[in-house]
């Protein structure tokens, strides 16, 4: 009897219960979610924010070196004005992205035929020789940076190797002693395609690692020697890892700052090296905000045509079978 | 060879006898493995040929080495009389329809089935009228624009026949045209892919593993078990004259049943079944002789069940253990004394009531069949 009357007459759950409930229902899956909103939000939204506003600052001599409304208004426009009048700027921007570009088409270049190459070994060469291509992140970036100063300088036995090649190819008075490779562009377009190649191989290797190869014999099939299918069937359905590669090399490699500063022209500065400097020795905050966030914008261009093709090839997948 | 679509239809009864693709001891071995061993065939111009076999049998091997993707390890490949040793997929006058169809997925329907023709020497012209007429053919004309992810599986197989069929080879080889298809679309599609075959008159290699569908689509068959030819033969050769076990049981359903020779006159034999539980007389086969072990086979449907003692030369009497009703015929499974269990096919030709059938388990039945119906098997 008295069993009946407690199934009818509703008791409130205790509130700690409420929230058990809640949380086995959706909690975890929304917990998942939200980690790495959270991360983003206060280790990459929030530091942009700051660093957009300090951008419309001005510099004052005061700590932090930064005040707003010193001029007329609140907001000041003069970094960004200056970013495009002041030719260290622009100049820095244009050397950053030939630098870039030239070191993401040197590693596309020398990373699709080793992509491809890794696709087409058997199983067992494959994982060994995607351990080498791995490896030398196992050793400090900067040690390796520090092992090619070595490399180019000019009493080096590569130096000197490259030299007697030089010497012996071209007329006696058109000898040289010593190759001047340190300090210049082609240094820093020589390191980063080395620290960077696995990051062009990577998602290349993934992509092609996918595609049929019965496309390439029905290719053949069709009266197409091995170049034509290359060109017809591998290469157009290998754009998004060509793409994906791509931006994981001239996006880091357009604001690197250590391989410049270490190998590279110091009187031809690249942008993440303008920015340490303004905000380091110059101690102009305000200015190397604008600069970044100039450098943040251009790079969005790119990161937004990325995803766009991305989103495209997933979208695709989507509707296949 | 002008225009595929109106060459003169060629089958195989008015084929030029002459073999067109002769695989002359061909074997392809991978490492230890014998995927083929020692395959001869002669094909003629304009037949469907059928290769039947299970998987690992070494079918697809073989129409790998006609296409040219694996080079044979011994023996030797003519098409047209033209030795194929050494000549790239690229150069063969051959063209594959790929089991997974193969479709460029970069490529519109157009482009895909103009792909091949890129490398003929014809002008643009030509070449948009012929991609035109191969849609036409496979009647997907207005589907020219789309994507091949756009289109349905059925529609896919067409373009992918179309593509194949453009650059008009002398032979086209299908590696299991239809088993990406449904049953209703595949039933569809079988005559459809024949008249095709007939509209253009190409040869056709079908590698299969379904027997229904090579019966009903080829002119003739190879039977291949492990990497070898067990049979060749039309399919009314191969189901009705089996010459060895392996065909015997891999097309169809068969009995079978250990027999010893007691005495061969003229056409016909007298053979000792035990199993059947004495003498039975079959057609003889030739090769045989008096004490000779073989094997006895019998269709099921060549099996007739009845109430009373059949007046057939052979008869067994037994019970029945199982009924299968399928509708249009029905399964009756007959242990004899000696335990054997035979299978018996009976068409369900007159519309009767469960009870009014011939037999229900249990019942005691005869199972007669004509000597023609018994198959000897030496093999």
């Given at each position: 009897m008295s069993e009946s009357v407690e199934a009818k007459t509703f008791t409130p759950p205790q509130r700690s219960a409420r929230i058990r409930r809640w949380f086995n229902r959706r909690g975890w899956a929304d917990l998942t979610i939200a980690t790495p909103y959270v991360w983003l939000t206060i280790f990459f939204l929030l530091p942009f924010m700051i660093v957009t506003a300090m951008s419309f600052a001005s510099r004052t001599p005061t700590s932090p070196p930064f005040s707003f409304g010193v001029h007329d208004s609140f907001l000041n426009f003069e970094n960004f004005a200056r970013l495009f009048q002041d030719d260290l700027y622009r100049r820095a921007f244009l050397i950053s992205i030939r630098n870039a570009a030239l070191a993401t088409l040197l590693c596309l270049l020398i990373g699709y035929p080793m992509a491809l190459g890794l696709t087409r070994v058997s199983r067992s060469a494959r994982n060994i020789l995607l351990m080498l291509v791995i490896l030398p992140f196992w050793t400090s970036f900067l040690l390796r940076v520090y092992a090619w100063m070595g490399l180019m300088g000019t009493n080096s036995w590569f130096n000197r190797l490259l030299t007697s090649i030089y010497n012996g190819l071209v007329p006696d008075d058109w000898a040289i002693r010593s190759i001047q490779m340190m300090h210049t562009n082609f240094a820093v377009v020589l390191v980063t395609v080395y620290s960077y190649l696995p990051f062009m191989i990577l998602p290349l290797y993934a992509n092609l690692e996918k595609l049929d190869l019965t496309l390439d014999e029905a290719a053949m099939d069709l009266g197409s020697r091995p170049y034509r299918v290359f060109l017809d069937v591998t290469l157009p359905l290998s754009i998004p890892g060509i793409i994906a590669g791509a931006m994981l090399v001239f996006i880091p490699a357009c604001g690197e700052l250590i391989i410049p500063g270490l190998v590279g022209n110091p009187s031809q500065p690249m942008i993440g090296r303008v920015i340490s400097d303004e905000f380091a020795s110059a101690r102009d905050w305000p200015m190397a905000s604008a600069v970044s966030v100039a450098l943040l914008f251009l790079m969005v261009g790119p990161m937004m045509l990325y995803t766009h093709f991305e989103a495209k090839a997933q979208e695709k997948k989507a509707m296949e079978p | 060879m002008q225009a595929g679509v109106q060459a003169e239809p060629v089958r195989a009864s008015a084929a030029d006898p002459a073999p067109f693709i002769r695989i002359d001891g061909v074997s392809k071995y991978f490492g230890t493995f014998r995927a083929v061993e020692n395959v001869s065939l002669t094909i003629r111009k304009g037949e469907i040929f059928a290769l039947l076999?299970?998987?690992?049998?070494?079918k697809t091997t073989l129409l790998r080495m006609l296409a040219g993707f694996e080079e044979p390890t011994k023996g030797r490949v003519f098409i047209d009389g033209q030795d194929m040793t050494g000549v790239p997929a690229y150069d063969r006058p051959v063209n594959m329809m790929f089991?997974?169809?193969?479709?460029?997925?970069?490529?519109?329907v157009e482009k895909n089935v103009g792909y091949g023709l890129k490398h003929e020497r014809m002008t643009d012209a030509q070449r948009k009228d012929r991609v035109r007429e191969m849609l036409d053919l496979v009647q997907l004309s207005q589907f020219a624009h789309r994507k091949p992810h756009q289109i349905s599986g059925g529609q896919r197989q067409r373009v992918a026949l179309a593509r194949a069929l453009a650059r008009q080879p002398k032979l086209l080889l299908l590696d299991e045209p239809l088993a990406a298809l449904d049953k209703k679309l595949r039933e569809h599609t079988q005559f459809e892919l024949m008249d095709i075959q007939h509209k253009t008159g190409t040869t056709f290699i079908v590698v299969t593993h379904d027997q229904e569908e090579a019966m009903i689509l080829s002119d003739r068959m190879a039977v291949m078990d492990k990497g070898e030819v067990k049979q060749v033969g039309s399919p009314t050769e191969v189901y009705e004259y089996p010459t060895n076990r392996f065909v015997a049981g891999f097309i169809g359903s068969i009995n079978f049943a250990e027999a010893t020779v007691l005495s061969v006159s003229g056409d016909l034999a007298a053979v000792d079944v035990p199993a059947l539980g004495g003498r039975v007389t079959a057609r003889a086969v030739p090769g045989i002789a008096a004490g000779q072990a073989l094997t006895l086979a019998v269709r099921p449907e060549k099996l007739t069940i009845s109430r009373d003692r059949p007046d057939v030369p052979n008869a067994v009497r037994g019970v029945v253990s199982d009924v299968g009703y399928f509708g249009r015929d029905s399964l009756y499974k007959v242990r004899l004394p000696s335990g054997t269990v035979l299978s018996a096919h009976s068409a369900n030709a007159r519309r009767a009531a469960e009870a009014e059938r011939v037999a229900t388990w249990e019942d005691e039945v005869w199972l007669g069949f004509d000597p023609s119906a018994a198959i000897l098997l030496t093999g």
């Amino acid at each position: 009897m008295s069993e009946s009357v407690e199934a009818k007459t509703f008791t409130p759950p205790q509130r700690s219960a409420r929230i058990r409930r809640w949380f086995n229902r959706r909690g975890w899956a929304d917990l998942t979610i939200a980690t790495p909103y959270v991360w983003l939000t206060i280790f990459f939204l929030l530091p942009f924010m700051i660093v957009t506003a300090m951008s419309f600052a001005s510099r004052t001599p005061t700590s932090p070196p930064f005040s707003f409304g010193v001029h007329d208004s609140f907001l000041n426009f003069e970094n960004f004005a200056r970013l495009f009048q002041d030719d260290l700027y622009r100049r820095a921007f244009l050397i950053s992205i030939r630098n870039a570009a030239l070191a993401t088409l040197l590693c596309l270049l020398i990373g699709y035929p080793m992509a491809l190459g890794l696709t087409r070994v058997s199983r067992s060469a494959r994982n060994i020789l995607l351990m080498l291509v791995i490896l030398p992140f196992w050793t400090s970036f900067l040690l390796r940076v520090y092992a090619w100063m070595g490399l180019m300088g000019t009493n080096s036995w590569f130096n000197r190797l490259l030299t007697s090649i030089y010497n012996g190819l071209v007329p006696d008075d058109w000898a040289i002693r010593s190759i001047q490779m340190m300090h210049t562009n082609f240094a820093v377009v020589l390191v980063t395609v080395y620290s960077y190649l696995p990051f062009m191989i990577l998602p290349l290797y993934a992509n092609l690692e996918k595609l049929d190869l019965t496309l390439d014999e029905a290719a053949m099939d069709l009266g197409s020697r091995p170049y034509r299918v290359f060109l017809d069937v591998t290469l157009p359905l290998s754009i998004p890892g060509i793409i994906a590669g791509a931006m994981l090399v001239f996006i880091p490699a357009c604001g690197e700052l250590i391989i410049p500063g270490l190998v590279g022209n110091p009187s031809q500065p690249m942008i993440g090296r303008v920015i340490s400097d303004e905000f380091a020795s110059a101690r102009d905050w305000p200015m190397a905000s604008a600069v970044s966030v100039a450098l943040l914008f251009l790079m969005v261009g790119p990161m937004m045509l990325y995803t766009h093709f991305e989103a495209k090839a997933q979208e695709k997948k989507a509707m296949e079978p | 060879m002008q225009a595929g679509v109106q060459a003169e239809p060629v089958r195989a009864s008015a084929a030029d006898p002459a073999p067109f693709i002769r695989i002359d001891g061909v074997s392809k071995y991978f490492g230890t493995f014998r995927a083929v061993e020692n395959v001869s065939l002669t094909i003629r111009k304009g037949e469907i040929f059928a290769l039947l076999g299970g998987s690992g049998c070494g079918k697809t091997t073989l129409l790998r080495m006609l296409a040219g993707f694996e080079e044979p390890t011994k023996g030797r490949v003519f098409i047209d009389g033209q030795d194929m040793t050494g000549v790239p997929a690229y150069d063969r006058p051959v063209n594959m329809m790929f089991q997974s169809y193969a479709l460029f997925p970069h490529m519109t329907v157009e482009k895909n089935v103009g792909y091949g023709l890129k490398h003929e020497r014809m002008t643009d012209a030509q070449r948009k009228d012929r991609v035109r007429e191969m849609l036409d053919l496979v009647q997907l004309s207005q589907f020219a624009h789309r994507k091949p992810h756009q289109i349905s599986g059925g529609q896919r197989q067409r373009v992918a026949l179309a593509r194949a069929l453009a650059r008009q080879p002398k032979l086209l080889l299908l590696d299991e045209p239809l088993a990406a298809l449904d049953k209703k679309l595949r039933e569809h599609t079988q005559f459809e892919l024949m008249d095709i075959q007939h509209k253009t008159g190409t040869t056709f290699i079908v590698v299969t593993h379904d027997q229904e569908e090579a019966m009903i689509l080829s002119d003739r068959m190879a039977v291949m078990d492990k990497g070898e030819v067990k049979q060749v033969g039309s399919p009314t050769e191969v189901y009705e004259y089996p010459t060895n076990r392996f065909v015997a049981g891999f097309i169809g359903s068969i009995n079978f049943a250990e027999a010893t020779v007691l005495s061969v006159s003229g056409d016909l034999a007298a053979v000792d079944v035990p199993a059947l539980g004495g003498r039975v007389t079959a057609r003889a086969v030739p090769g045989i002789a008096a004490g000779q072990a073989l094997t006895l086979a019998v269709r099921p449907e060549k099996l007739t069940i009845s109430r009373d003692r059949p007046d057939v030369p052979n008869a067994v009497r037994g019970v029945v253990s199982d009924v299968g009703y399928f509708g249009r015929d029905s399964l009756y499974k007959v242990r004899l004394p000696s335990g054997t269990v035979l299978s018996a096919h009976s068409a369900n030709a007159r519309r009767a009531a469960e009870a009014e059938r011939v037999a229900t388990w249990e019942d005691e039945v005869w199972l007669g069949f004509d000597p023609s119906a018994a198959i000897l098997l030496t093999g």
